[in-house]
């Protein structure tokens, strides 16, 4: 059960720091384009 959560959180941060990096990208991306 513990590790059940535990798995249920590390996908939730992985998925928050990938919207993350997203998001860095596509401010890079209108950096560039100004």
Known sequence: ???LL???LLMLLLLLLM???LMLM???LLLLLI
């Open 1 to 3: 059960m513990l590790l």
């Open 6 to 8: 535990l798995l249920m």
């Open 26 to 28: 596509l401010l890079l």
């Open 19 to 21: 919207l993350l990096l």
